[in-house]
């Protein structure tokens, strides 16, 4: 079982920014990818960005061009840098590990993240 932990959520104004951390307690090895995803009140869960242990990242549309995603296999931590941000990324920021042998997904307990005036 892969234990997860995300730090870094708050509040800021529009425009600001803030950085996310995510951390599992797996091996590195046992890796295969990860991911942030955000749940807004009244809305679905959905993809933020996610990240592959080979550097392949993907990015959900309303997030291109303003949120990076990198992760640190060595210290089996990824960080998500959120810039430009706006009202509309106000949620709930969960990151998701998947790792072993049948890619089983582990989820942290998430991390509240507000954007307003």
């Known amino acids: 079982q892969v234990h997860v932990v995300e730090s870094g959520g708050g509040s800021v104004q529009p425009g600001g920014s803030l950085r996310l951390s995510c951390t599992a307690s797996?091996?590195?090895?046992?890796?295969?990818?990860m991911g942030w995803y955000r749940q807004a009140p009244g809305k679905e869960r959905e993809l933020v960005a996610s990240?592959?242990?080979?550097?392949?990242?993907t990015y959900g549309d309303s997030v291109k061009g303003r949120f990076t995603n990198t992760m640190d296999l060595g210290k089996n931590t990824m960080n998500l840098q959120m810039t430009n941000l706006k009202s509309g990324d106000t949620g709930v920021y969960y990151c998701?590990?998947?790792?072993?042998?049948?890619?089983?997904?582990?989820w942290g307990q998430g991390t509240q993240v507000t954007i307003s005036t």
């Open positions: 998701r590990v998947r790792a072993g042998v049948i890619l089983n997904d582990c």
């Open positions: 797996k091996n590195t090895f046992s890796i295969h990818s």
């Open positions: 990240i592959i242990r080979d550097d392949t990242r």
